[in-house]
Nanobody
Framework: QVRVQESGGGSVQAGGSLRLSCAAS????????VGWFRQAPGKEREFAAG????????YYADSVKGRFTISRDSARNTVYLQMNSLKPEDTAVYYC????????????????????WGQGTQVTVSS
């Protein structure tokens, strides 16, 4: 069964940047949709960015569009989330997740449509 591990979180000041990594082991990200989600204290987990299988079309929540970039390195079996111009409201635990079905993009980027989750990495943005 695939295992997913996030890394790269940390504390930055507003306006700063971080790059999160999501590595798969015991399985692959190739030909699967992969998403980044985040959960702030007291809030529900929400979609941040996603990349479809195959053509690699990217999707973003309105709150991060233009600031975050999701990318895939198939050779390294890793998906990245480059986060620029960070804001205090970006503070959350960031999770990576893989869709359950090969060659099938999820019907939506709802967390319920994703099966394999990492433990998350904390991102804290101070003003």
């Amino acid at each position: 069964q695939v295992r997913v591990q996030e890394s790269g979180g940390g504390s930055v000041q507003a306006g700063g940047s971080l790059r999160l990594s999501c590595a798969a082991s015991g399985g692959t990200f190739s030909n699967y949709a992969v998403g980044w989600f985040r959960q702030a204290p007291g809030k529900e987990r929400e979609f941040a960015a996603g990349i479809s299988y195959g053509d690699g079309i990217t999707y973003y929540a309105d709150s991060v569009k233009g600031r975050f970039t999701i990318s895939r390195d198939s050779a390294r079996n890793t998906v990245y989330l480059q986060m620029n111009s960070l804001k205090p409201e970006d503070t959350a635990v960031y999770y990576c997740a893989r869709a359950p079905r090969l060659y099938v993009n999820p019907s939506s980027w709802d967390p319920m449509n994703f099966a394999f989750w990492g433990q998350g990495t904390q991102v804290t943005v101070s003003s």
